[in-house]
C-alpha cells in the first residue's frame, strides 16, 4: 500500500505579537491528502489555510504537531521534501524584470529540468493560460490577473508531484479562472497532487474531489462537496415566501430555516410534493433547488465565508517569533 502525498497531525500555529496576547492561528489541524488527489481549505480570510499551507509546504515552522510528505518528515527534514514541492503563494509576483516566458523557463531550469523539457513545458503552460500575447513583456507592465496566471504557469510547468496553491485564481476573471481549474484537473490525470487553499465556494465545488472546511484554526469537517451537503439534512431546499406561520404544518417534513425572506425546508426528494401543497394551501409561493454548498459552510461555521474571521487583523501583522 502506497504512502499519502500529505499527512498533516495536530498541526499547531501560535504568534506573539508586539504588544498584545499570543494568537492561535492553528489549534491541531489533522488532515491527509492521497497521491494525486484535488484537496480544498476551504474558509474565510483569517482562518488559517495560509498558516496551514506555508507549514505544510516547508515556508514556515509550527508550534506543534508533524507533517509528513510522501512518507518524508517535512518538519525535521524539509530539505528531503522540497524537490517534491512546487508552491503559489498567495503573494506571489513573478520576477519584475524578466518576462513569463522567462519566469517559467528560468524556474525549471533551476529546478534541473533539460534545456529541452523546460522549453517545451513553458510553451505549454504558458498556452494553458492564455499568456501567449504577452509572453514576452515586462511582467511590470502585466495586469494583476496576468500576473498570478503567470504564476500559476510556472507552478503547473514543473508537474511536481504535489503542488499547493493558495487563492490561485484571485483576481482572475471567470475565463480565466476556468482555464486554470482544467489545468489542475489536467496535473492530477497525470498523477499530480493538489492542495489548495480558497474562499470561493464554486471553485472549492468544482475542482476539489475532497475538501475541509476550516475556521478559526480548525477543521470543523470533511469530505466530498456531496457528502458535505447531505449532512445539511437533504438534498433539495424548498424556499417559501413570506406569511403567516407555517411551522407546524411543516413540522417532520425536514430541517426548517426562517428569515426576513420567509421559510425553508432542507429535505429529501420524496417531502417535496408534501411541502408544495401546503405552500399551495397557504396561498404561497415556492421554489425549488439543490442545497448549496454555501449553506454546509454556513451549518457548520455558522457565519458567511464572506465575513473575515475573528482576528483575521491580528495575523496579518508580521508575526515577532514562532
Sequence with gaps: MGVDALVAREVRKSYRIRGGAPVLALNGVSLSVRPGERYALLGRNGAGKTTFLRIASTLLVPSGGTVEIFGKDAI?????????LAVVPQEGRPFFHLTPREQVYTYLRA?????????????????????????????TTLSGGQRQRTMVATVIATEAPLLFLDEPTIGMDPFARRAVWESFRGLSRKGSTILLTTHYLDEAEALSQRLAIIDRGRVLVEGTAAALKEQVGGAFRVSI?????????????????????????????????????????ARRTATVGPVTLEEAFLRAVGHSIHEDAEGAAALRSPPMAP
Design 76 to 84: 525535521g527534514s524539509p530539505e528531503s521534501v522540497r524537490g517534491l
Design 241 to 281: 415566501s413570506p406569511g403567516p406561520p407555517l411551522r407546524e404544518e411543516l413540522a417532520g417534513l425536514g430541517t426548517i430555516v426562517e428569515d426576513a425572506e420567509g421559510v425553508s425546508v432542507i429535505t429529501g426528494p420524496e417531502r417535496v410534493p408534501e411541502i408544495l401543497g401546503i405552500a399551495l394551501r
Design 111 to 139: 529546478r534541473g529540468l533539460p534545456r529541452g523539457t523546460a522549453k517545451d513545458r513553458t510553451e505549454e503552460s504558458l498556452a494553458q493560460m492564455g499568456l501567449g500575447e504577452v509572453a514576452d513583456r515586462l511582467s
